[in-house]
């Protein structure tokens, strides 16, 4: 009798891809936009950095390389800055979500850890997407100057390459607080943009900051992206240190993810 009985009990299956579907992508990217602190971080203050330092400056349309000026290097700057925001401010809601018991009740549902975090992580890439598109009109309104080929070119490095930070969200949103995890990442930001040639160039810097730069999250990155614009090559060492660092983040994300699994 108990065999059959248990036999009739229907048993659990995943679902395709783990439970990822567009209704839960949709959700989670309208609780973000809802957001107003997040978004006028994200998306409105990379704009108004730009107007400010990249419009009506003496050095705005003088030439930043072969490809463009200034005000274009500083769009560029300022857009990746943004999608390096919106990307961690996205993968950091998961702190929020523990505190409130969502991430609890997520685990209910047939929904896969790995869908989980794919969908925190694209969600915080779209917010990325339309920080760095919102940038570029601004640029292309005012008096951003560059190769047509170079607007979506540069974008979507930055874009892409934003995901080491997505990959940073989500591993802060696991080891930091909920109460206060944007605080502290914000100054945090702003240094490694600082560090990373974001708001001044590096070769303005003493030899001494340079190298220390090097080792820092932004600097790859950067690099990647102004290098279309400089006609430089970023060289190998930008390459690494974005790989180097997307491996960091996101293997921090999953440890983090697992103790917190299992302490659940």
């Given at each position: 009798?108990?065999?059959a009985t248990?036999?009739?009990?229907?048993?659990?299956?995943?679902?395709?891809?783990?439970?990822?579907?567009?209704?839960?992508?949709?959700?989670?990217?309208?609780?973000?936009?809802?957001?107003?602190?997040?978004?006028?971080?994200?998306?409105?203050?990379?704009?108004?950095?730009?107007?400010?330092?990249?419009?009506?400056?003496?050095?705005?349309?003088?030439?930043?390389?072969?490809?463009?000026?200034?005000?274009?290097?500083?769009?560029?700057?300022?857009?990746?800055?943004?999608?390096?925001?919106?990307?961690?401010?996205?993968?950091?809601?998961?702190?929020?979500?523990?505190?409130?018991?969502?991430?609890?009740?997520?685990?209910?549902?047939?929904?896969?850890?790995?869908?989980?975090?794919?969908?925190?992580?694209?969600?915080?890439?779209?917010?990325?997407?339309?920080?760095?598109?919102?940038?570029?009109?601004?640029?292309?309104?005012?008096?951003?100057?560059?190769?047509?080929?170079?607007?979506?070119?540069?974008?979507?490095?930055?874009?892409?390459?934003?995901?080491?930070?997505?990959?940073?969200?989500?591993?802060?949103?696991?080891l930091l607080?909920?109460?206060?995890?944007?605080?502290?990442?914000?100054?945090?930001?702003?240094?490694?943009?600082?560090?990373?040639?974001?708001f001044t160039?590096?070769?303005?810097?003493?030899?001494?900051?340079?190298?220390?730069?090097?080792?820092?999250?932004?600097?790859?990155?950067?690099?990647?992206?102004?290098?279309?614009?400089?006609?430089?090559?970023?060289?190998?060492?930008?390459?690494?240190?974005?790989?180097?660092?997307?491996?960091?983040?996101?293997?921090?994300?999953?440890?983090?993810?697992?103790?917190?699994?299992?302490?659940?």
């Amino acid at each position: 009798m108990s065999t059959a009985t248990a036999s009739a009990v229907p048993q659990r299956t995943v679902p395709p891809l783990g439970g990822f579907n567009t209704t839960l992508l949709r959700l989670e990217l309208r609780r973000l936009l809802r957001n107003r602190r997040t978004v006028i971080f994200s998306v409105v203050l990379p704009v108004v950095f730009f107007l400010l330092f990249g419009t009506g400056k003496d050095y705005s349309l003088q030439s930043a390389g072969p490809h463009g000026n200034w005000a274009a290097s500083i769009m560029i700057s300022m857009a990746l800055y943004g999608a390096m925001l919106s990307t961690t401010a996205g993968g950091a809601m998961v702190a929020t979500e523990r505190s409130q018991g969502w991430s609890r009740q997520l685990r209910l549902t047939p929904l896969t850890p790995t869908a989980y975090i794919a969908v925190k992580v694209l969600v915080a890439m779209l917010l990325g997407a339309i920080s760095v598109v919102v940038t570029y009109a601004a640029g292309g309104l005012s008096q951003a100057q560059m190769d047509g080929h170079l607007w979506p070119e540069t974008a979507l490095i930055a874009w892409v390459g934003s995901l080491v930070f997505a990959a940073f969200g989500v591993f802060m949103g696991y080891l930091l607080p909920s109460e206060n995890v944007m605080q502290i990442l914000g100054p945090g930001l702003a240094l490694l943009a600082f560090l990373g040639g974001l708001f001044t160039p590096l070769d303005q810097m003493g030899s001494t900051f340079q190298t220390i730069a090097k080792f820092t999250p932004m600097y790859g990155l950067s690099q990647l992206t102004h290098a279309p614009l400089t006609g430089e090559s970023p060289g190998w060492a930008a390459v690494v240190n974005v790989v180097v660092w997307l491996a960091v983040f996101a293997g921090g994300a999953a440890w983090r993810f697992r103790r917190d699994t299992a302490r659940v």
